[in-house]
């Protein structure tokens, strides 16, 4: 099992920038993958991004590209999305999952931390 714990929500304005902190624990991710979601009200969720634990390798969403960075700390077992340049449409929960496999369903989640960017 792994357990998520999501920090760093909160509400900024147009243009400015927060850190999302999701850290892991339980067993390992390894060689899985840890990715960020998020859902707006009355929207589906949506894919945000995603990061392979232990080469580093990267996804965006074209939404977040250029504007959002995820990165993980293998010694905290901690991942993190820092988002610049943040927009009202922005605005949603963001969840952090993980799955101790490459590719395939995300079996953990976080609990969610709630993003408002006013404008």
């Known amino acids: 099992q792994v357990q998520l714990v999501e920090s760093g929500g909160g509400l900024v304005q147009a243009g400015g920038s927060l850190r999302l902190s999701c850290a892991a624990s339980?067993?390992?991710?390894?060689?899985?993958?840890m990715g960020w979601f998020r859902q707006a009200p009355g929207k589906e969720r949506e894919f945000v991004a995603d990061i392979r634990w232990n080469t580093g390798y990267t996804v965006y969403a074209d939404s977040v590209k250029g504007r959002f960075t995820i990165s993980r700390d293998n010694a905290k077992n901690t991942g993190y999305l820092q988002m610049n340049s943040l927009k009202p449409e922005d605005t949603a929960v963001y969840s952090c999952?993980?799955?101790?496999?490459?590719?395939?369903?995300?079996?953990?989640w976080g609990q969610g931390t709630q993003v408002t960017v006013s404008s």
């Open positions: 339980g067993r390992t991710l390894g060689t899985g993958t």
């Open positions: 999952a993980a799955r101790r496999i490459l590719v395939g369903p995300y079996p953990y």
